[in-house]
């Protein structure tokens, strides 16, 4: 019979009694990818969180099961259970390279909290800078930056798990890749009051040992702007506009008291003038932190201060900026 009779394709018919056989209508089980997912071997206990390909095989693990979607490849020739932090991917990329290599540079910075400038930090993120002691060859990999470097054993040390510079030797070797505002942030976040993590020596040493190196210029010239008071890369970054416009070096994060009450913790003062210059970031444009700002600078201005506010957008014109600033210091209160 022709389709137009009524009766169904022979294949039509064997699919109908496959989908009421015993009399009930039901589908027909097919292989899922849901059923093969809960079909997945196991991995080994042994295994850790993040391992490598090879560490896998050696127990037995298939290549068929190492591709599986419930694993990540963070690196070439390394799994994960799931997505990773950028720490556990460092410590994945120093187990596939020769024993001894540490980060250096703007990724030893990363693994120190030390302030980047952002297009420098998503770079050090996407391709760590790994090195090894000279004279050894540079690492040879697609995923990493690859240095040898002449280091002695005091300049590397561990963080969690990862071999890095240590502090000195990290900001010496940031001096060839950065400006100088961004090693002076990078110097103020070092050696911050709030919590140092080295000293201003500790860095002159470090420079001086490394002698006429690359940024050997920039760096000096950080080593006489570093302030133990910043408490941002942004106040660090102003704080070096005003100096090298040959204004006065003010006084960092200040508390001004008043009859011996604490009325407010200034970013930066220069006494003379009773001038006070805040840096406003983001943080300060919630509503209840903007009113609490206005009722302290009122205070300040109460007691014969002066208040000026830079933000964000004051870098866009630097020379406004710096105008602005000398023209207030030259009225002296």
């Keep these: 019979m022709g389709a137009g009779d009524g009766a169904a394709p022979a294949h039509g018919r064997a699919r109908e009694e496959l989908c009421t056989a015993g009399g009930a209508r039901h589908r027909p089980r097919l292989a899922t990818r849901h059923s093969a997912v809960m079909r997945r071997a196991e991995l080994p206990p042994s295994l850790p969180s993040t391992f490598l390909v090879e560490e896998a095989r050696d127990r037995g693990v298939s290549p068929g099961r190492l591709r599986a979607q419930d694993l990540t490849s963070p690196v070439h020739g390394a799994r994960a259970r799931g997505e990773i932090d950028e720490r556990a991917r460092l410590r994945l990329i120093l187990a596939r390279v020769p024993d001894g290599a540490f980060v250096c540079g703007p990724t030893a910075a990363l693994v120190h909290g030390m302030p980047l400038p952002r297009s420098l930090e998503v770079a050090a993120a996407a391709r760590p800078h790994v090195a090894v002691a000279l004279p050894a060859n540079r690492v040879r990999r697609p995923e990493v930056v690859g240095r040898a470097l002449a280091v002695d054993a005091d300049d590397v040390t561990e963080v969690d798990g990862i071999r890095a510079t240590t502090f000195e030797r990290t900001w010496v070797d940031l001096g060839g890749s950065v400006a100088v505002p961004a090693l002076v942030a990078a110097g103020d976040a070092l050696i911050s009051r709030r919590g140092p993590r080295t000293t201003a020596e500790a860095l002159a ?129």
């Excluded at 006429?212 to 000096?220: Q, Y």
């Excluded at 903007?290 to 201005?301: I, P």
């Excluded at 002066?306 to 009225?331: C, G, H, M, S, W």
């Design 205 to 333: 040493r470090a420079h001086a040992k490394a002698g006429r190196s690359r940024g050997a210029v920039r760096r000096a010239e950080a080593l006489t702007l570093i302030d133990d008071g910043a408490e941002s890369p942004r106040e660090s970054k102003l704080r070096v506009l005003i100096v090298r416009a040959g204004l006065p070096r003010p006084r960092t994060n200040v508390a001004i008291r008043a009859g011996g009450r604490f009325v407010a913790r200034v970013d930066m003062l220069f006494p003379d003038a009773r001038l006070v210059v805040e840096y406003d970031g983001d943080y300060h444009r919630d509503l209840s932190q903007w009113s609490r700002d206005q009722s302290r600078r009122a205070e300040l201005e109460s007691l014969g201060y002066r208040v000026t506010v830079v933000t964000a957008r004051d870098f866009d014109d630097p020379e406004t900026l710096v105008r602005r600033i000398r023209r207030l210091l030259a009225r002296q209160a």
